[in-house]
């Protein structure tokens, strides 16, 4: 029995479980404090379910994980976490553009609300990485570390192009099943004519560069971290 709830922690651990709880638990604390102070629930309660999608492709990875770790050598296993995790991936760190909501309002304080806010995006962006990173691994495991990180650079494109979707085209993940054909023509759209939609660009471009840069600060502090273990 020791030994099972041993190696459980040991997953847990190595899946960051234990912190990414801990951040969620604040970021809702918060949520809570602001709705004490100012006697109003519905300000930021998107930020609760932008939470909730934010936590299903850590998920779907850890779905992976868990697969692997049960199943090895299987791979076909993780055909079907993977390919959602995709789709649901860009749900992480959109969190990150609920700053265009920041304003002074009544009974908070303005720090607080940044504090609510830098929270919330702090663990979307923790989540994206950590369910990355998982599938990242998954990826070398089975096709070698330059292909791994082909993987990252395609999956942190598409999380910049589905950050633009999201917040300015109102799309979300789960209509990729319900209005396929819609989303690849505004896509294509896009496109077709860049010189008339450089914000489409500019925003898909630097917001994969934050994500990358965020990755590999994430990537460098756990190898630093290993290496000393």
Same mark, same amino acid.
Request: hydrophobic share 55%.
């Given at each position: 029995?020791?030994?099972?709830?041993?190696?459980? #922690?040991?997953?847990?651990?190595?899946?960051?479980?234990?912190?990414?709880?801990? @951040?969620?638990?604040?970021?809702?604390?918060?949520?809570?404090?602001?709705?004490?102070?100012? #006697?109003?629930?519905?300000?930021?309660?998107?930020?609760?379910?932008?939470?909730?999608?934010?936590?299903?492709?850590?998920?779907?990875?850890?779905?992976?994980?868990?697969?692997?770790?049960?199943?090895?050598?299987?791979? =076909?296993?993780?055909?079907?976490?993977?390919?959602?995790?995709?789709?649901?991936?860009?749900?992480?760190?959109?969190?990150?553009?609920?700053?265009? #909501?920041?304003?002074?309002?009544?009974?908070?304080?303005?720090?607080? %609300?940044?504090?609510?806010?830098?929270?919330?995006?702090?663990?979307?962006?923790?989540?994206?990485?950590?369910?990355?990173?998982?599938?990242?691994?998954?990826?070398?495991?089975?096709?070698?570390?330059?292909?791994?990180?082909?993987?990252?650079?395609?999956?942190?494109?598409? @999380?910049?192009?589905?950050?633009?979707?999201?917040?300015?085209?109102? =799309?979300?993940?789960?209509?990729?099943?319900?209005?396929?054909?819609?989303?690849?023509? %505004?896509?294509?759209? #896009?496109?077709?004519?860049?010189?008339?939609?450089?914000?489409?660009?500019?925003?898909?471009?630097?917001?994969?560069?934050?994500?990358?840069?965020?990755?590999?600060?994430?990537?460098?502090?756990?190898?630093? %971290?290993?290496?000393?273990?």
């Amino acid at each position: 029995m020791y030994k099972q709830l041993s190696s459980i #922690h040991r997953f847990f651990v190595s899946q960051m479980l234990y912190p990414l709880v801990l @951040s969620s638990t604040l970021a809702i604390t918060l949520y809570l404090g602001r709705i004490y102070l100012s #006697h109003d629930w519905q300000v930021y309660r998107h930020m609760i379910w932008n939470l909730f999608l934010a936590w299903l492709p850590y998920l779907f990875s850890f779905w992976a994980a868990g697969t692997q770790r049960l199943l090895p050598g299987r791979w =076909w296993l993780l055909l079907l976490p993977a390919a959602i995790w995709l789709i649901f991936f860009p749900n992480a760190p959109y969190i990150i553009t609920d700053f265009l #909501h920041l304003q002074q309002r009544p009974y908070v304080p303005l720090w607080y %609300d940044i504090l609510l806010l830098a929270t919330f995006s702090w663990t979307g962006i923790f989540l994206a990485v950590a369910s990355l990173k998982t599938m990242q691994d998954l990826i070398k495991t089975y096709l070698g570390q330059f292909i791994s990180w082909v993987f990252v650079a395609v999956a942190l494109g598409m @999380s910049g192009l589905g950050i633009y979707l999201g917040r300015f085209e109102r =799309w979300n993940s789960w209509d990729l099943f319900l209005h396929p054909k819609k989303i690849f023509l %505004d896509i294509a759209i #896009h496109f077709a004519d860049p010189s008339e939609h450089l914000h489409f660009f500019a925003f898909t471009f630097l917001f994969t560069a934050f994500l990358l840069v965020c990755y590999l600060t994430f990537i460098s502090v756990k190898g630093t %971290d290993e290496t000393r273990t």
